[in-house]
């Protein structure tokens, strides 16, 4: 399925789910638009939960559900290189994510290397911490890939097809999250 975001080919949501942590916050358009549609759909039960009702609209409950396999895997079965945006109804690094979880996305991420992954996060911390992690690659990640296929192609780390970055807001969070993310080992920043 393609998207209406101008900058990327398709979206890729293997994690749906935040919380508020900045004013930018409060102009999400997934807390505001999707999550609220996508949480009473039978066939999105990852979405369920993750936002509620207030006087100022739907906001995050911080509650993070994990799709299921046939979303979770969906660039697997993805032949046609393709420019994803991944969790854009989350943050990949949000606290609630598990490093089980983050560690099968890489994996998935690893197994496709004809597309690129774009991974946005206003968690810059987390993530760099995640990517300095040297047991990220050759323990967990090696080992998520091995759950979801059999042949694991030898690849460097960081990715090259995976691009990182923070999104800011104003000034003071340009100032927090973007040395966090040049300290962040990267194929793409």
Not at 55 to 77: E, M, N, S
Request: proline residues 8%.
């Amino acid at each position: 399925m393609a998207t209406k975001i101008q900058w990327t080919e398709d979206t890729w949501n293997p994690i749906a789910g935040c919380s508020v942590i900045s004013p930018g916050c409060t102009n999400c358009y997934a807390m505001r638009r999707v999550a609220p549609r996508l949480s009473n759909n039978p066939a999105t039960p990852h979405y369920h939960g993750t936002v509620q009702p207030s006087k100022a609209g739907h906001v995050w409950t911080g509650k993070i559900g994990i799709a299921g396999d046939t979303a979770f895997l969906k660039p697997l079965r993805t032949r046609k290189p393709t420019m994803y945006f991944v969790n854009s109804v989350s943050d990949l690094f949000h606290e609630n994510v598990p490093h089980e979880v983050i560690d099968r996305i890489f994996a998935v991420m690893a197994l496709c290397p004809q597309h690129t992954f774009q991974i946005l996060t206003k968690r810059s911390a987390r993530m760099r911490d995640y990517m300095q992690d040297p047991e990220t690659e050759f323990d967990r990640v090696y080992n998520a890939a091995g759950q979801l296929r059999a042949a694991w192609a030898p690849v460097s780390f960081p990715l090259p097809n995976v691009w990182l970055g923070v999104s800011v807001e104003d000034q003071t969070r340009a100032d927090e999250r973007i040395p966090e993310l040049l300290a962040t080992p990267a194929a793409v920043e």
